[in-house]
Protein backbone atom coordinates (compact mmCIF):
# COMPACT_ATOMS: atom_id res chain seq x y z
CA UNK A 1 0.00 0.00 0.00
CA UNK A 2 2.64 2.76 1.04
CA UNK A 3 4.65 4.58 -1.98
CA UNK A 4 8.16 2.87 -0.91
CA UNK A 5 9.60 6.06 -1.78
CA UNK A 6 12.33 6.64 0.52
CA UNK A 7 12.53 10.00 0.31
CA UNK A 8 8.80 10.28 2.24
CA UNK A 9 10.46 8.97 4.77
CA UNK A 10 13.37 10.83 5.24
CA UNK A 11 11.66 14.03 4.73
CA UNK A 12 9.59 12.71 8.33
CA UNK A 13 12.97 12.25 9.45
CA UNK A 14 13.97 15.24 8.93
CA UNK A 15 10.91 17.02 10.64
CA UNK A 16 10.26 15.02 13.42
CA UNK A 17 14.23 16.44 14.19
CA UNK A 18 13.48 19.72 13.84
CA UNK A 19 10.46 19.58 15.65
CA UNK A 20 12.73 17.46 18.28
CA UNK A 21 15.06 20.49 17.56
CA UNK A 22 12.95 23.78 18.34
CA UNK A 23 11.30 21.96 21.23
CA UNK A 24 14.88 21.89 23.23
CA UNK A 25 15.62 25.28 21.46
CA UNK A 26 12.51 26.97 23.36
CA UNK A 27 13.39 24.92 26.59
CA UNK A 28 9.80 23.38 26.24
CA UNK A 29 11.67 20.10 26.85
CA UNK A 30 15.10 18.53 27.09
CA UNK A 31 16.37 15.89 24.67
CA UNK A 32 16.60 12.98 27.33
CA UNK A 33 12.93 14.13 28.53
CA UNK A 34 11.46 13.77 25.12
CA UNK A 35 13.85 10.06 24.91
CA UNK A 36 12.08 9.10 28.19
CA UNK A 37 8.32 10.03 26.78
CA UNK A 38 8.83 8.20 23.24
CA UNK A 39 10.08 5.22 25.31
CA UNK A 40 7.49 5.48 27.79
CA UNK A 41 4.62 5.47 25.42
CA UNK A 42 5.91 2.70 23.11
CA UNK A 43 6.82 0.38 26.68
CA UNK A 44 4.12 -1.96 26.26
CA UNK A 45 2.43 -1.04 23.43
CA UNK A 46 1.62 -4.09 21.42
CA UNK A 47 -1.17 -5.37 19.37
CA UNK A 48 -1.41 -8.19 21.90
CA UNK A 49 -2.89 -5.86 23.88
CA UNK A 50 -5.57 -4.88 21.70
CA UNK A 51 -6.13 -8.72 21.24
CA UNK A 52 -6.27 -9.21 24.86
CA UNK A 53 -9.42 -6.42 24.82
CA UNK A 54 -11.31 -8.17 22.20
CA UNK A 55 -10.81 -11.61 23.56
CA UNK A 56 -12.35 -10.27 26.34
CA UNK A 57 -15.32 -8.76 24.96
CA UNK A 58 -16.14 -12.35 23.15
CA UNK A 59 -16.35 -13.94 26.54
CA UNK A 60 -17.68 -11.39 28.90
CA UNK A 61 -20.82 -9.73 28.00
CA UNK A 62 -21.11 -7.07 30.19
CA UNK A 63 -17.32 -6.09 29.20
CA UNK A 64 -18.41 -6.11 25.59
CA UNK A 65 -21.15 -3.55 26.48
CA UNK A 66 -19.17 -1.29 28.43
CA UNK A 67 -16.33 -1.44 25.68
CA UNK A 68 -18.90 -0.40 23.30
CA UNK A 69 -20.62 2.03 25.75
CA UNK A 70 -17.18 4.30 26.74
CA UNK A 71 -13.94 2.31 25.04
CA UNK A 72 -11.74 4.46 27.02
CA UNK A 73 -13.17 3.34 30.69
CA UNK A 74 -13.40 -0.10 29.45
CA UNK A 75 -9.79 -0.90 28.57
CA UNK A 76 -8.55 1.01 31.06
CA UNK A 77 -10.40 -1.23 33.84
CA UNK A 78 -7.38 -3.89 31.95
CA UNK A 79 -4.52 -1.32 32.80
CA UNK A 80 -4.46 -0.18 29.14
CA UNK A 81 -4.49 3.55 28.01
CA UNK A 82 -3.78 4.89 32.06
CA UNK A 83 -3.64 8.64 31.39
CA UNK A 84 -4.60 8.73 27.70
CA UNK A 85 -5.54 11.96 26.65
CA UNK A 86 -8.12 10.35 23.71
CA UNK A 87 -10.88 9.14 23.72
CA UNK A 88 -10.93 5.60 22.80
CA UNK A 89 -14.58 4.55 20.22
CA UNK A 90 -14.98 0.31 20.10
CA UNK A 91 -17.09 -0.26 16.47
CA UNK A 92 -18.17 -3.70 16.26
CA UNK A 93 -18.01 -5.79 13.05
CA UNK A 94 -21.24 -7.74 12.63
CA UNK A 95 -22.78 -9.85 9.48
CA UNK A 96 -24.37 -6.72 8.43
CA UNK A 97 -21.61 -3.89 8.84
CA UNK A 98 -17.66 -3.88 8.40
CA UNK A 99 -15.66 -1.68 10.07
CA UNK A 100 -12.45 -0.05 8.69
CA UNK A 101 -10.22 2.55 10.66
CA UNK A 102 -8.35 5.56 9.11
CA UNK A 103 -6.48 8.48 9.90
CA UNK A 104 -6.96 10.82 6.91
CA UNK A 105 -4.55 13.41 8.29
CA UNK A 106 -1.64 11.31 9.18
CA UNK A 107 -1.63 8.43 11.54
CA UNK A 108 -3.80 8.70 14.42
CA UNK A 109 -4.58 5.46 16.11
CA UNK A 110 -4.43 3.68 19.71
CA UNK A 111 -0.74 3.15 19.78
CA UNK A 112 -0.98 1.01 23.31
CA UNK A 113 -3.36 -1.29 21.86
CA UNK A 114 -1.94 -1.62 18.38
CA UNK A 115 2.02 -0.82 18.80
CA UNK A 116 3.76 1.30 16.28
CA UNK A 117 1.19 1.53 12.84
CA UNK A 118 1.91 -0.20 10.11
CA UNK A 119 3.86 1.55 7.26
CA UNK A 120 1.27 1.35 4.60
CA UNK A 121 -1.77 2.56 7.70
CA UNK A 122 0.53 5.44 6.63
CA UNK A 123 0.69 5.55 3.44
CA UNK A 124 -0.97 8.67 1.58
CA UNK A 125 -2.51 5.47 -0.93
CA UNK A 126 -4.32 4.07 2.18
CA UNK A 127 -5.06 7.09 3.66
CA UNK A 128 -6.92 8.81 0.54
CA UNK A 129 -8.00 5.49 -1.39
CA UNK A 130 -9.90 3.62 2.14
CA UNK A 131 -12.17 6.48 2.14
CA UNK A 132 -13.10 6.33 -1.34
CA UNK A 133 -13.03 2.96 -2.31
CA UNK A 134 -13.22 0.89 0.83
CA UNK A 135 -14.31 -2.56 -0.61
CA UNK A 136 -11.61 -2.20 -2.95
CA UNK A 137 -8.63 -1.63 -0.80
CA UNK A 138 -10.00 -4.37 1.75
CA UNK A 139 -9.95 -7.24 -1.33
CA UNK A 140 -6.15 -5.85 -2.03
CA UNK A 141 -5.61 -6.66 1.73
CA UNK A 142 -7.47 -10.23 0.82
CA UNK A 143 -10.69 -9.76 2.52
CA UNK A 144 -13.26 -9.52 -0.15
CA UNK A 145 -16.69 -9.09 1.80
CA UNK A 146 -20.34 -9.52 0.15
CA UNK A 147 -21.76 -7.12 -1.60
CA UNK A 148 -24.63 -7.16 0.90
CA UNK A 149 -21.92 -5.75 3.72
CA UNK A 150 -22.30 -2.61 4.52
CA UNK A 151 -18.53 -0.79 5.18
CA UNK A 152 -18.02 2.14 7.73
CA UNK A 153 -15.00 3.92 7.06
CA UNK A 154 -13.74 5.58 10.94
CA UNK A 155 -11.37 8.70 10.35
CA UNK A 156 -9.71 8.82 13.66
CA UNK A 157 -8.69 12.31 14.71
CA UNK A 158 -5.85 14.03 17.79
CA UNK A 159 -9.01 13.72 20.48
CA UNK A 160 -10.95 10.16 19.03
CA UNK A 161 -9.18 7.14 18.58
CA UNK A 162 -10.88 3.97 17.24
CA UNK A 163 -10.56 0.12 17.68
CA UNK A 164 -12.49 -2.43 15.52
CA UNK A 165 -14.09 -5.48 17.54
CA UNK A 166 -14.03 -7.69 14.90
CA UNK A 167 -16.36 -10.89 14.69
CA UNK A 168 -15.97 -14.26 16.85
CA UNK A 169 -14.81 -17.03 14.28
CA UNK A 170 -17.44 -19.90 14.40
CA UNK A 171 -16.27 -22.85 16.18
CA UNK A 172 -14.31 -21.11 19.17
CA UNK A 173 -16.80 -21.57 21.40
CA UNK A 174 -14.84 -23.86 23.50
CA UNK A 175 -11.26 -21.92 23.60
CA UNK A 176 -10.43 -19.47 26.54
CA UNK A 177 -9.72 -15.46 26.68
CA UNK A 178 -5.88 -16.75 26.04
CA UNK A 179 -6.50 -18.80 23.40
CA UNK A 180 -8.98 -16.23 21.38
CA UNK A 181 -6.71 -13.35 21.96
CA UNK A 182 -3.86 -15.19 19.70
CA UNK A 183 -6.29 -15.34 17.06
CA UNK A 184 -6.90 -11.65 16.56
CA UNK A 185 -4.41 -10.03 14.53
CA UNK A 186 -4.01 -5.80 14.43
CA UNK A 187 -5.09 -5.85 10.64
CA UNK A 188 -8.57 -7.45 12.28
CA UNK A 189 -8.25 -4.61 14.94
CA UNK A 190 -7.81 -2.01 12.33
CA UNK A 191 -10.46 -3.71 9.88
CA UNK A 192 -8.28 -4.85 7.08
CA UNK A 193 -8.94 -8.14 8.06
CA UNK A 194 -11.12 -10.99 9.80
CA UNK A 195 -10.31 -13.41 12.51
Keep these: MGSGDPHDDALISRRVRRLETLLEEKGVLAGARLDEIIDASLSGASPVNGARVVARAWVDPSFRSRLLA ?40 PLRLLGPSPSWYKSEAYRSRVVREPRQVLAEFGLDLPPSTEITVWDSTS ?37
Aim: glycine fraction near 8%; charged fraction near 20%; hydrophobic fraction near 40%.
Design 159 to 195: ETRYLVLPRRPSGTESLGEEELAALVTRNALIGTAAV
Design 70 to 109: DGTAAVQELGFMEGAVQRLRVVENTPAVHNVIVCTLCSCY
